[in-house]
């Protein structure tokens, strides 16, 4: 073999660069002696150059081959879509080496949104929607092929949308191939690559990139399709779970809280239960998926719930994306369980009330005939009367406060002659901060049957007291009443009424017989802190008769009746005659 061959075939063998290749023509042109030799030479670096460049292009196609098959493996192996797209423009980016590729998909609108890059330089390019027939993407839409553009920014035949350059401009892009994912006809979206100079991709590199835009395109079929399938195996177990907790809810007794609880397990986003008058009953949130109640938009769907003849309230659930038809066949499903739940705990609700009431009645009207018998009911509603309790009487509108009381400290609760009545297992100090917002008087603590009999009285009659000083948001037993506790029993009533006579019996005797009010005269100046114009003022006279009136009862009660201790002991004596008025007879 000749030797000049050999050293080519080493060269080719050796896969040695193009400088090798030169400089051993360089020797071998100026070793040769004749012309012929000459031109033998530069026809053999020629073939050999020619030789080396298919080697090449071959040995590229092979790593490119090997490189779309190790892609398809992981894709095929990848169901998440996610990973799915960064590895796709990962991929194109290594073995286009260009600087930046990202990937956009085709929304139902018809709209391409950028979901994933690599090699950009902030995230301005991920989460860009590119409108149809707009841009390169666009272009390769409509044509369904790739297509290039030497330099971006300044291709004419192109419909620029500002935004997009804008975000272009930014990242520096000049030459950019994009080629679609296309799949049994239906463009998925476009893989795009770009470069910061001005580049002329090859017919290679096209199919190359348009290869790897085919392999992502079944990928995310793929994928979409195993999604669709996990997502019906999950739609079928969040069934058969709900159905489990909702049924167990039923069968338990475990209330409307349970039950949402459990319907907030399976649908994503904040559940709550409102009943007829749209106050919320019972909330579930389903960890991350919820919606803080901060104003923030949101999509809401709410199913009634109601049996044939009554509707108990609404189911609604707040999402931040629209509930799919899944979670609204569920949402659905679970509002007639809700209902029977809504039912039946109503129905025991009301029995529970008539059987604290009765057992309350009986309690504060002394009608226990059967001490033992008492406590053994009481003791199946959860008051145990041989304990310590303290009772609190409020208004109506305390009774779901004093219910909520019983059922976390023990006790009993109802409404009594008009009155919402609590007995419950606390002391009266530890009552006043967890009744806040609440009227309420409150007795004990005390036991036995007698001993909360007596405790009931004391709270009435401090209740009463409360209203008659208008005293609102304020929890008193007797100690708390000061001076006016006196009015509670009918030994200190009569205290206080001799009190009362021995200090304005005077005023109280000129009124009886002439029909006058110089005692309410007397209260409203002494209230008004003796001040002559707002006296007036509230009792709507003319302050001159004010003054007739002030002099008529300096008459009865001496001059000294409006100052010092003296008015003191006149004011607190016009407060009780007052209060007695209000409070009637004393309870007994």
């Not at 167990?248 to 039950?259: I, S």
């Not at 001490?371 to 305390?398: C, I, K, Q, Y």
């Not at 606390?426 to 007795?443: I, K, M, N, S, Y």
Request: neutral net charge; proline residues 3%; aromatic residues 2%.
């Amino acid at each position: 073999m000749d030797e000049r061959a050999e050293s080519w075939l080493q060269l080719l063998l050796e896969d040695a660069e193009p400088a090798a290749y030169e400089a051993l023509r360089q020797r071998r042109l100026a070793a040769a002696t004749q012309e012929a030799e000459r031109e033998r030479t530069a026809a053999e670096a020629l073939r050999a150059e020619r030789l080396r460049s298919r080697l090449r292009e071959r040995q590229q196609r092979a790593r490119e081959l090997a490189a779309l098959g190790d892609l398809a493996l992981r894709l095929t192996g990848t169901h998440q879509r996610g990973a799915l797209l960064q590895e796709s423009v990962a991929q194109a980016r290594r073995l286009l080496d260009v600087d930046v590729a990202y990937l956009a998909l085709t929304g139902s609108d018809g709209k391409m949104a950028i979901e994933v890059t690599d090699g950009s330089t902030g995230p301005r390019l991920r989460g860009i929607v590119l409108e149809p027939s707009s841009g390169l993407a666009g272009r390769v839409v409509e044509r369904g092929e790739p297509v290039q553009s030497t330099d971006y920014l300044d291709d004419a035949g192109l419909r620029h949308a500002p935004g997009v350059d804008d975000v272009a401009r930014a990242e520096r892009l000049r030459t950019i191939l994009g080629a679609p994912l296309r799949l049994r006809g239906e463009t998925l979206g476009v893989l795009m690559v770009a470069q910061r100079r001005v580049r002329s991709f090859t017919g290679q590199e096209t199919s190359l990139l348009s290869s790897l835009a085919a392999y992502a395109a079944v990928a995310i079929d793929n994928a979409r399709l195993i999604e669709r399938l996990r997502d019906h195996v999950t739609t079928v177990d969040r069934a058969v779970a709900l159905h489990e907790d909702l049924l167990r809810a039923a069968l338990r007794g475990g209330g409307v809280d349970e039950a949402v609880t459990g319907l907030s397990r399976v649908v994503a986003g904040t559940v709550r239960f409102e009943d007829e008058a749209g106050r919320t009953v019972a909330t579930g949130r389903n960890g991350s998926a919820a919606v803080p109640d901060d104003g923030t938009d949101r999509c809401t769907r709410t199913v009634p719930v109601s049996s044939s003849a009554v509707r108990f309230g609404t189911l609604r659930v707040s999402t931040s994306t629209p509930l799919d038809e899944d979670s609204q066949r569920l949402l659905e499903r679970a509002a007639m369980t809700i209902a029977l739940v809504v039912a039946a705990e109503r129905a025991a609700s009301d029995a529970e009330r008539r059987s604290a009431a009765e057992l309350l009645e009986a309690l504060v009207a002394g009608e226990v005939e059967d001490t033992s018998a008492f406590e053994r009911r009481a003791r199946t509603r959860g008051l145990d009367v041989a304990r310590g309790h303290t009772v609190a009487v409020a208004d109506l509108d305390g009774a779901p406060a004093l219910a909520r009381l019983a059922a976390r400290h023990g006790g009993l609760s109802g409404v009594v002659r008009g009155r919402a009545v609590g007995i419950l297992d606390t002391r009266p100090e530890e009552l006043r901060d967890q009744l806040a917002g609440v009227t309420a008087g409150l007795g004990g603590p005390a036991h036995g049957v007698a001993g909360l009999a007596a405790a009931y009285r004391d709270a009435a009659a401090c209740l009463s007291v409360l209203h008659a000083l208008d005293r609102a948001d304020v929890r008193a037993a007797p100690a708390d009443l000061g001076p006016y506790r006196y009015l509670l029993s009918a030994s200190g009533r009569a205290d206080a009424q001799r009190f009362v006579h021995a200090t304005i019996g005077p005023l109280l005797d000129h009124d009886a017989r002439h029909r006058t009010d110089l005692t309410g005269t007397a209260d409203a100046f002494l209230t008004q802190g003796r001040g002559h114009t707002a006296t007036a003022a509230a009792l709507t006279i003319h302050p001159n008769t004010l003054y007739q009136r002030l002099e008529r009862i300096a008459e009865r009660l001496g001059d000294t009746w409006r100052h010092g201790d003296r008015a003191l002991d006149v004011h607190l004596a016009l407060r009780l005659h007052r209060l007695a008025r209000t409070l009637g007879e004393p309870p007994t």
